[in-house]
């Protein structure tokens, strides 16, 4: 974390029919990663892998102006009842494509060709960043680590999310 990171409020989502939040590694993953970014947990939720319970706590949070950004774990595969991206899609303003291209890059560096079941995306609904994750612990670490972090750090240049974000250009 740098001297100009400015905290933000990150809400965490787990996607899950089978976990509990506690078995929820990856979501515990990504708090305790943000949290050691210097940013603030503004709620952490487990919903069933269903069109409109996920589709109802994250608007609930885009609409929420304590929340700055939205980080969903899981439900991003392509088999079962898989539907994150289905239910984060229309909530968005603009999607953010470079970030899917980039995970899956990163991702491929890891596990090969499997990166392909990876429907991971990013976008920005009512000034709030939001990426949805696939459920691994291990992509979560990747996707924090290697993209995301850098991203919402205000100190990252050429440029990052946060120069972006209303609230912080007061």
Known sequence: MTAATTP???AVLTVSDSRSLAEDRS??????????????????????????????TVSAWIADP???????????????RDGTPEAISPLLDKE?????ELFRQLSY???????????????VANATFIFVLPGSRNACETAWNRIIVAQLDAGTRPCNLTMLMPRLKE
């Open 96 to 100: 953010i494509s470079g970030f899917g």
């Open 27 to 56: 979501g515990d993953t990504l708090a305790e990663r943000l949290a050691a970014a210097g940013h603030t947990l503004a709620d952490r939720q487990l919903v069933r892998d269903d069109l409109y319970a996920i589709r109802a």
């Open 66 to 80: 304590g929340i700055d950004c939205i980080l969903t774990t899981g439900g991003t595969g392509i088999t079962g």
């Open 8 to 10: 933000l409020r990150i």
């Open 109 to 123: 560096e890891e596990i090969g060709t499997s990166s392909l079941q990876s429907r991971a995306l990013s976008g």
